[in-house]
């Protein structure tokens, strides 16, 4: 299928099921409803209180150089960087960019995996960045694509670099590929991992959550990967060293879970290379969380990838 069709059947022409009843999209994009483990008032909170204490307890364990500046673009572009006990000139490198729906959160709370990545002999980098209403969301992906930049030429000889998006974070993990391709390294092995993102940010205009955003139909558009002049570039810096593995938890919303199969549908209509892994017994939030436990699937599936790039 050539990609014009592609983009027409799974974005231009798709309307999804939230799309069609307005009365429940808030729901549908409100993951602190569809979760069973907590109520909806706790949840979140949980769940930043979690992911926080992870990160301190990895910045009081492990080598980490912290408040990294990688631009000058805002006040909170800093990083911070985990090393393994043995770092070489090639040593890959695995990224996380945190959720928090482009408006809450930091890098306080970015460092959750780093113990289990480090361990498995990767550089792990816990990206922060500013937040909406402050800035747009432009501001925001043009900020995390210059923190790609700066990663790629700081460690210019790895073999490979990961990026790992949970929610708004797999959106700007996604929006790393839409640069132009003179400023993307089309040869350096990439794994996108999308855990239960948004790339289709139409629905979430009409919902609550753009209160802060402040995102038009046009805007919304501009900032979707799936939207034409996006997944071109996608698609252009995808073809020869990347891979897309697409995340959902089994208790994410039909809504995200649309956004998930659609965009997977759509990269592999396209012949880029990618998984889809539903993950079992979890929710939106303890599906990073659960980083934590050097047992959990999603660690196999980022030493997998390790391996497979180590290998090449």
């Not at 027409?8 to 549908?28: G, I, P």
Request: glycine fraction near 4%; hydrophobic fraction near 35%; include cysteine.
């Amino acid at each position: 299928m050539d990609i014009l069709t592609v983009i027409e059947k799974y974005y231009t022409k798709h309307k999804s099921q939230s799309l069609d009843d307005s009365a429940n999209l808030d729901k549908q994009y409100s993951p602190s409803q569809w979760a069973t483990r907590l109520t909806p008032e706790t949840i979140v909170g949980n769940h930043v209180e979690t992911m926080v204490s992870a990160t301190k307890n990895a910045r009081s364990s492990i080598n980490c150089e912290t408040g990294v500046k990688y631009s000058d673009l805002g006040p909170n572009c800093l990083l911070d960087i985990y090393k393994p006990e043995e770092v070489t000139k090639g040593t890959p490198v695995f990224v996380y960019i945190h959720g928090g729906y482009w408006q809450e959160c930091s890098r306080d709370v970015s460092g959750h995996a780093a113990e289990s990545v480090t361990k498995m002999g990767a550089i792990y980098v816990g990206i922060g960045y500013d937040l909406c209403p402050s800035v747009s969301m432009s501001e925001i992906v043009a900020q995390v694509q210059a923190a790609f930049q700066f990663i790629r030429h700081k460690f210019p000889y790895t073999v490979g670099i990961h990026i790992m998006g949970h929610s708004a974070g797999a959106h700007l993990a996604t929006m790393v590929l839409a640069q132009h391709s003179h400023d993307f390294p089309s040869l350096l092995p990439v794994t996108i991992y999308a855990v239960s993102g948004i790339f289709d940010l139409r629905p979430i205009v009409e919902t609550s959550v753009n209160n802060a955003l402040k995102l038009t139909i046009d805007d919304a558009e501009a900032m979707s990967p799936m939207d034409p002049t996006n997944f071109k570039k996608i698609y252009a810096n995808s073809r020869q060293s990347t891979r897309f593995i697409i995340c959902i938890a089994e208790n994410d919303s039909p809504a995200f879970h649309d956004q998930s199969l659609r965009f997977y549908e759509m990269l592999n209509a396209t012949g880029v290379r990618c998984d889809f892994i539903e993950f079992e017994n979890t929710d939106h939030f303890n599906i990073v969380e659960k980083s934590t436990d050097p047992n959990y699937l999603m660690n196999d599936v980022i030493k997998n990838q390790l391996s497979s790039l180590s290998s090449n």
